[in-house]
């Protein structure tokens, strides 16, 4: 076992950039015209409604009541709480104290009110913390399934790692992948993918932890990007080892998210806030080179590693890098990757996903397309929701239908075991048979009067700023 080293900051994981929503008008129904068609390389005609819409990274907002039959009673007095403070809502877990940031629920706010300033649950569209609600918003925008990163303990769970009795740390997170599979995924079968979070603090307790989960069902964890960040070994450790063999047991994907590392890349205190939200997927680049030279896929070559929300544009160069790397120096360097290429490692062990990136599908046979995955991003403000049916047929533009079906759903499905089609007929999980559900559904943009973030904002600004 380890201890967690440097302190944790309470957790203010942003990654935001301006939101790609299709602008429709400010009163929007699920009441649409059949969407716009393609014609395919057979010449049969491709339409929107017709595709099936998998999503690999969402976000649940948490409940207030989410420990609620899932803890112990003895540790009920020490669950994290929602407290109010100056007309905001927050969660407090022993000492730290948690903001709903508005920034990561802005679904149905005018792009004006994006910001960090947190806000309570009434602010918010219900779809991000109801789950009745969340699917019937999964159902306006077409969307069959998604899988649910954590907000209130850090993408990464590191909430729980800063507990100061890590026997209460271990029952809040067994208590909230509890939560998570056994009532947000259980609600509604077929249609969640069920996402646990990581005992952070000890690698043995985390591959128990997966292997439990896995019995309930949930086939996907997420990790840090860089743990060595929050105090724990590095990618390069083999200190995580039993976590690796567990995941391999079980067929479980390792979820990495940008953010997850708690770091802002920050090139100045100065630089506006556009340079910070610029370069957040830089972090995912980084962590793809620590798994790459890490050993990690040679000891254990069935291992599948996601680079979550990390796009897929950039991947041809870096695999080009990688590879020049390792023909130029791994005489010296002493590299050894049992044969193989480092592209081919990452081709084989690596799920690389995507919101809106048509220059890496334009370029996506430079990588492998059997491993390239959706997301949408609900409720940030890097989603595309509720158009992005629309928005991603825009960027498949000459696709065949064969790989949009890999791209949009067939890819995340062998991924992450999920089988919505064991649940409901394929017709009736395509774009138009979902939207059929929710006749009506209000999609309109609606104002808070949360205060947005202040013009002039820096990135500096916003890494020092909590609750």
Known sequence: MWILGPRLHPAILL?????TVLQIGNDVSCDAAPGPARANQGGVELRIEDMILVSVDDHVVEPPDLF?????????????????????EFWVYGETVVPNIGLNAVAGRPKEEYGIEPSSFADMRP??????????????????????????????????????????????ARAYNDWHIDEWCAHEPGRMIPLAIPILWDADLLADEVRRVAAKGCHAVTFSENPDALGFP??????????????????TVVCLHIGSSGRLALTSPDAP??????????????????????????????????????????????LDRIDRTYEQHRLWTGQDLGGLKPSEVFA????????????????????????????????????????????????????????????THLNAMRAFTFDPFAFRPREDCTVGALRARVPGRDLTTRTTHVKGSERGTTGADLAGRTA
Not at 234 to 251: I, K, M, N, R, Y
């Open 15 to 19: 990654h935001a950039a301006e939101n």
């Open 234 to 251: 590095s990618l390069h450790s083999e200190a995580w080892d039993p976590f690796w063999g567990a995941c391999c047991d079980e067929g």
């Open 68 to 88: 609620e039959g899932h803890l112990p009673a003895k540790y009920m007095d020490e669950a994290p709480r929602v407290e109010e403070k100056r007309g905001a």
């Open 348 to 407: 084989r062990n690596v799920i690389t996903c995507f919101i809106d990136d048509p220059i890496g599908i334009e370029i996506r046979h430079r990588t492998n397309v059997d491993h390239i995955t959706w997301e949408c991003d609900f409720p940030h403000s890097d989603s595309t929701w509720p158009n992005c049916p629309e928005r991603l047929m825009q960027a498949l533009g000459d696709v065949p239908d064969d790989e949009i079906d890999k791209i």
């Open 127 to 172: 779809g991000c913390y109801d789950i009745g609600e969340r699917i019937a918003d999964m159902d306006a925008a077409g969307i069959l399934g998604s899988l649910n990163f954590p907000s209130m303990p850090g993408f990464a769970g590191r909430l729980f790692a800063a507990s100061k009795d890590l026997d209460v740390g271990l029952a809040m």
């Open 273 to 318: 806030i556009d340079v910070m939200i610029t370069l957040q997927p830089m972090n995912i680049v980084q962590a793809a080179a620590d798994l790459v030279w890490s050993g990690i896929f040679k000891r254990f070559p069935d291992l599948t590693i996601a680079l979550s929300e990390g796009g897929i544009g950039w991947i041809p160069y870096f």
